[in-house]
């Protein structure tokens, strides 16, 4: 243990995702030794990410508006929207140049192990905004995992009976993994041989 | 194939050790706890990413070490490859082929094949189902690895609905004692989600299981033929948990389950659709024990003796014999296929005969066995054996002998 900010510093870069115990010390350490410059600038980021960034109101994207670039964006289609789980998939999937339309982001998906349902993802949003008819097509986009698999499953069954062609990415994606780390010609090929779930 | 040689650092008892291995026989000779098993259990971990001791990496690193390295060249007619695995308990292990990284430890699987015997191996007759189901599965990955992602998706399937069957029980109990009955109704519109990748990921590991048992079967009786005097015949049957009873969530007997009845035809849509009809039926039970009690996850592989249960009926001797026979039969599996089988495995060509590991069995069999045993896996390519004194090996079992003592290796002939 350190004295107060020292620990301090190291505790709170802990919490951070993939930072242990170590890597927290030697960050912190680093800092301590870092130009006050540098880490101004780092500060300032962090404040600004905080305070400009938002979630996009329609879609759920990240955002320096009230909607994002993609929902305001003109030239994209309205009627097709692709479901993933978090922002970092729209980027992956943008990378592709393969899809035209909206997104909706989930914030996540149904894990009972950590106690997500249905009820804490963005799932009525999604609802309201298949409402007026416009949408005809819903690409369910999560990830190729057993978690992924399973909002899928979910979301088919309640959009399938509603009228909608619904469609998931074609196989060939890493099994098991996350959309993410999948390189951009497979997941352009899972996009373009999309397979139609019909129960 | 065999294995042309092994290095470890920080695996077990060992800071740094090479071991030049050859085909044929190697017996590996010293006192108790010199580290002999450490080295072979280093060398079936490389085709199982699992100890046959341990279910967790943490004891296979040397105390003291932060992670433990196993590296083995595996000879496969004239190509051979260098694996290397980094054991890294608490955190992912690593992996790489040939000196290149590849993206998860399970791509190794295949590259080297093993059957082991040990000790443990009774537990096969005389214990738990799990040991049995583990010996499939096993099999399983080496016949053909990727199952490995089948298996594991199963697993996460498993641990999922089983949180949403406990969370749902807790809520209807507490609804019960006060509170609305309505609380558990948001689990339970997902359940039927969970219910649906069971059965669909159940049903592969389910027909798998039923055609590797298939399979198994004409070889399991062959060597248990040869290696007990011939009496009473050896039969494998599998028992699912499709027809599990309402009472006791108990599997009862189902038509899977006749000892030596083949099952090849049977298909993974029908299974898909019984086992979400059992689950349908059992669900009042699974909410209220919170428990998975529908799925491959509850089945058994059948011992039959003489057309008795082996558990239970069988001798010592003949449960020994039996749990040969499991080791025997899979080895003939591996190398051979079977001659009727229209799944491919039979296609697996020159070199695919694995590795024989006997690690201290002689000292436990009584001479008969012990012999015709030695005489059975003599021929192999590779046999790596142990035992605490060079008289615990059989003659038959003539080749190099390695004397390991205290962390040390010397080939003395
Ligand atoms: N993680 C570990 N770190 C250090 N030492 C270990 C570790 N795990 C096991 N050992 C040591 O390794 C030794 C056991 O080695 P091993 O099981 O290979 O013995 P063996 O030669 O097969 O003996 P036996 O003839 O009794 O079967 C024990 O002394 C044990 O304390
Ligand atoms: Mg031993
Ligand atoms: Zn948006």
Redesign the pocket.
């Given at each position: 243990m350190y004295e107060g900010a020292v620990q301090d510093l190291i505790d709170e870069l802990g919490r951070l995702p993939g930072v242990g115990p170590k890597s927290a010390q030697r960050i912190a350490f680093h800092l301590l030794a870092a130009d006050p410059v540098d880490v101004r600038r780092l500060v300032d980021a962090l404040t600004e990410v905080k305070a400009r960034v938002q979630f996009c109101t329609v879609c759920g994207n990240v955002s320096q508006e009230e909607h994002c670039r993609v929902c305001r964006d003109p030239r994209r289609s309205n009627e097709v929207i692709c479901v993933v789980e978090e922002p970092k998939d729209v980027v992956a999937i943008e990378r592709t140049r393969e899809f035209r339309g909206k997104y909706h982001v989930l914030g996540g998906a149904i894990n009972p192990i950590d106690n997500v349902g249905p009820d804490d993802l963005r799932i009525s949003e999604l609802m309201s905004r298949l409402a007026d008819g416009t949408v005809t097509e819903v690409i369910l986009a999560t990830d190729p995992n057993v978690e992924g698999e399973a909002t899928s499953t979910y979301l088919a069954r309640l959009l399938v009976p509603m009228g909608l062609r619904v469609t998931r990415l074609a196989s060939g994606l890493p099994v098991g993994g996350d959309l993410e780390y999948a390189d951009e010609v497979t997941l352009g090929r899972a996009f373009e041989g999309r397979r139609q779930i019909s129960a | 194939m065999h294995v042309s040689h092994l290095s470890l650092t920080d695996y077990?008892?060992y800071e740094q050790v090479e071991l030049p291995l050859e085909p044929g026989v190697s017996a590996l000779v010293?006192p108790?706890?010199?580290?002999?098993?450490?080295l072979v259990e280093a060398v079936g971990y490389v085709a199982t990413l699992g100890s046959h001791r341990v279910s967790s990496d943490a004891?296979?690193?040397?105390?003291g070490a932060s992670r433990a390295v196993v590296r083995l060249r595996a000879d496969r007619n004239d190509r051979s490859t260098l694996v290397e695995l980094e054991l890294n308990p608490g955190k992912a292990n690593r992996a790489q082929v040939n000196r290149s990284p590849v993206r998860r430890p399970r791509d190794v699987l295949g590259i080297l094949r093993t059957v082991l015997f040990a000790p443990e191996d009774l537990a096969l007759v005389k214990g738990d189902p799990e040991g049995r189901r583990r010996l499939l599965d096993e099999l399983a990955v080496q016949v053909s690895p990727r199952i490995v992602a089948v298996l594991s998706d199963y697993d996460r399937v498993l641990r999922q609905r089983g949180a949403l069957l406990k969370s749902a029980g807790a809520a209807r109990r507490g609804g019960r004692r006060g509170g609305s009955a309505e609380d558990s109704a948001p689990d339970l519109r997902t359940l039927d989600v969970w219910d649906a990748k069971l059965a669909q990921i159940g049903a592969q590991i389910l027909r798998n299981r039923v055609r590797l048992v298939d399979q198994l079967r004409p070889h399991v009786a062959r060597a248990y033929e040869q290696v007990s005097d011939g009496q009473g015949a050896a039969v494998l049957g599998y028992r699912s948990s499709l027809e599990a009873s309402v009472d006791d969530g108990r599997p009862a007997p189902s038509p899977l389950d006749e000892p030596g009845v083949p099952h090849l035809d049977v298909s993974i849509e029908l299974l898909e659709a019984q086992l979400l009809e059992a689950m349908s039926r059992m669900r009042r039970q699974e909410i209220e024990r919170g428990v998975n009690l529908v799925g491959p996850h509850r089945d058994d592989l059948l011992l039959h003796l003489g057309g008795m249960p082996a558990k239970g009926y069988a001798s010592h001797g003949e449960s020994w014999s039996y749990a040969l026979a499991l080791r025997l039969a899979s080895y003939e599996l591996l190398t051979h296929g079977t001659p009727e089988d229209e799944t491919g495995i039979s296609g697996w060509g020159d070199g695919a005969e694995p590795v024989l590991i006997l690690d201290?069995v002689f000292a436990e069999l009584d001479s008969r066995r012990r012999g015709r045993l030695a005489t059975l896996v003599a021929k192999a390519e590779q046999v790596l054996v142990?035992a605490?004194v060079a008289e615990d090996v059989p003659e038959q079992l003539d080749g190099a002998r390695i004397d390991?003592m205290g962390g040390q290796v010397t080939r003395v002939r």
């Open positions: - | 077990r008892s010293g108790n706890g010199q580290g002999k098993t450490n004891a296979l690193v040397r105390a201290d142990t605490a390991v």
